[in-house]
């Protein structure tokens, strides 16, 4: 299946990608950042930080531990991590539904052969 | 200014973004591969690299060096790598103007403060 991914920039505030935003649906899913990280494949150290870039980039946290005990309870999106998951799935949407004649026609060239890599000698200019 | 960028898959063909795209551009303005991948910080081998993945995308070459002789000529686009920079560019406009909602919501959360790194102290769960 052929989709799109978006990256938005948010005017200097930083950008939202597939990245941040799967990662937001992963914590928000297993109640844990840290299986969110797993599932993705990247550490605890690092999901963090990306968290706080997302919280950087919209002034307050998306993700809320408070509910947290000894053996404790699970991470939570915050109302503006929901908002903001919601906002770019759907942005995503109405981008790939808007873009669908040209993505079709991109497929459509690229569905037209077997890929193969072509020998083509490299020349410099 | 805000934007978007768009990542197209291909069905298992390949996909094309923002580099690809930049990189066949450059290519056709500057009229030498050499030229566009040191505009884009690149080595010539990697933008080699890059040109012949798009053209295996597709199934034909999306540049043409055959104009250069000795001091030679340069490199242009075909009429496929010119088509497939159009279409691309296209469906970049089209997305962008469809999800302009959401971006202008997630752009105004982001603008609504001042960007600072908010020290909230890392909780493993």
Redesign the interface.
């Given at each position: 299946?052929?989709?799109?991914?978006?990256?938005?920039?948010?005017?200097?505030?930083?950008s939202?990608?597939p990245g941040k935003i799967r990662l937001l649906e992963l914590v928000g899913e297993a109640g844990?950042?840290?299986k969110a990280a797993s599932a993705m494949g990247m550490s605890?150290?690092h999901a963090?930080k990306l968290l706080?870039e997302i919280?950087?980039?919209?002034?307050?946290?998306v993700v809320d531990?408070s509910t947290?005990g000894r053996r404790?309870?699970?991470?939570q999106l915050t109302t503006?991590g929901k908002?903001?998951v919601e906002?770019?799935r759907?942005?995503?949407q109405?981008?790939?539904?808007?873009?669908e004649?040209?993505?079709d026609?991109?497929?459509k060239?690229?569905?037209?052969?077997?890929?193969?890599?072509?020998s083509?000698k490299?020349?410099?200019?």
């Amino acid at each position: 299946m052929s989709r799109i991914t978006l990256r938005i920039d948010l005017d200097g505030h930083g950008s939202i990608g597939p990245g941040k935003i799967r990662l937001l649906e992963l914590v928000g899913e297993a109640g844990s950042i840290q299986k969110a990280a797993s599932a993705m494949g990247m550490s605890y150290a690092h999901a963090w930080k990306l968290l706080q870039e997302i919280g950087a980039t919209f002034g307050a946290p998306v993700v809320d531990a408070s509910t947290g005990g000894r053996r404790g309870g699970g991470t939570q999106l915050t109302t503006l991590g929901k908002k903001v998951v919601e906002l770019y799935r759907r942005a995503e949407q109405r981008a790939a539904k808007a873009a669908e004649p040209e993505i079709d026609q991109l497929k459509k060239s690229a569905r037209g052969h077997t890929t193969h890599r072509r020998s083509i000698k490299p020349k410099k200019n």
